[in-house]
C-alpha cells in the first residue's frame, strides 16, 4: 500500500519507564554474534529450536528480558537475543534531563533495521542452522516489526510479538501476503501504541491474507503487561505468565 496507515504507533515516554522490577536467578550468558552482544539463554537438554528474541527499548540485558528469555529456554528452547542498541538502551538515556525518546529511538530503529538486524540473523541462522534446527522469533514493542519482517522469509516457522510498536498496514497487507507465517499477536486491552481499532485492522488483513494467526488479548493489563508488570497483584502475574505459555505453546506447535 501507498501511504500505509499507522497501525502501531512509535513507543511513547511511558514505554521507557522502568515498571517493577522482576526477581530471580539469571541463567543465560552474553556471547558475540556477528560482532553484536547477545543474551544467550540455554535449555536444560540440547534442543533444535532456536528462537530469536528482539527485545524492548531496555534492550535484552534488563533483568526482566532476561528473565523472560530464561524462562523459554526452560521450555526447551535455545534463546538468542540481540543487543541492537550496542550498550545504549533506553536505561542508560531515560533520566538525563531533557531526554527525548524519539530523538533517541529513530536512529536506533533505523540502524538496527537496516545494519544490525539482517547481519545478525543472517549470522545467527549460519552458526545454529544445522540438521533439523528449527527458528522461532520473539519481539517486545520495538522489537515487533522484526519478527514481521522474518516471517515474511522462509528463515523461521512461526513468529510471535507483544504489545507492538512502528507497525503499519504494509505489515500485515504486503509484508505477510507472499509468506503468511504463523503469528501470536499478545495485546493488552489497554495499549497506546496499539489501540483496539488498529488491533481489529491487523486481524482484519491477516484474514484477508489467510494467515496463521492467534490473538492473545488481555483485560485489565496495559502496554509491556509482559515485561514490568507488578508480579504482586495477582491479575497481572497471571497475563503475563500466561502469554508466555501461550507463545511457549505456539512455538511447540510449528516447530516440530
Not at 111 to 120: S, T
Not at 237 to 253: D, I, L, P, T
Request: glycine residues 8%; negative net charge.
Amino acid at each position: 500500500m501507498s501511504n500505509p496507515a499507522i497501525l502501531a504507533e512509535p513507543p511513547s515516554a511511558d514505554c521507557c519507564k522502568p515498571g517493577f522490577i522482576h526477581s530471580g536467578e539469571l541463567k543465560g550468558e552474553t556471547i558475540k554474534i556477528a560482532g553484536f552482544d547477545t543474551y544467550a539463554a540455554h535449555p536444560p537438554q540440547p534442543s533444535k529450536k532456536v528462537i530469536l528474541a528482539f527485545p524492548d527499548a531496555h534492550g535484552p540485558f534488563h533483568i526482566n528480558n532476561q528473565l523472560l528469555f530464561d524462562y523459554f529456554a526452560s521450555q526447551g528452547f535455545f534463546v538468542v537475543a540481540v543487543d541492537y542498541f550496542e550498550g545504549n538502551s533506553v536505561q542508560i538515556n531515560r533520566d538525563k534531563t531533557g531526554f527525548d525518546v524519539m530523538a533517541w529511538i529513530n536512529p536506533k530503529l533505523e540502524r538496527a533495521r537496516e545494519i544490525i538486524a539482517p547481519k545478525w540473523i543472517e549470522a545467527v541462522i549460519e552458526k545454529y542452522g544445522g540438521t533439523d534446527m528449527k527458528f522461532g522469533t520473539v519481539g517486545y514493542c520495538f522489537g515487533a516489526s522484526f519478527v514481521i519482517d522474518i516471517c515474511a522469509t522462509d528463515k523461521v516457522k512461526a513468529g510471535a510479538f507483544a504489545h507492538p510498536s512502528f507497525l503499519d498496514e504494509n505489515h500485515f497487507a504486503s509484508e505477510l501476503a507472499s509468506s503468511p507465517g504463523p503469528l501470536l499477536l499478545a495485546c493488552a486491552e489497554e495499549n497506546h501504541t496499539f489501540s483496539p481499532g488498529s488491533r481489529h485492522q491487523s486481524e482484519e488483513l491477516l484474514k484477508a491474507n489467510q494467515a496463521t494467526y492467534f490473538n492473545q488479548l488481555f483485560s485489565g493489563v496495559k502496554h509491556e503487561f509482559t515485561l514490568r508488570g507488578n508480579m504482586e497483584v495477582e491479575h497481572e502475574h497471571w497475563a503475563k505468565e500466561q502469554s508466555a505459555y501461550g507463545m511457549v505453546s505456539w512455538w511447540n506447535r510449528f516447530l516440530v
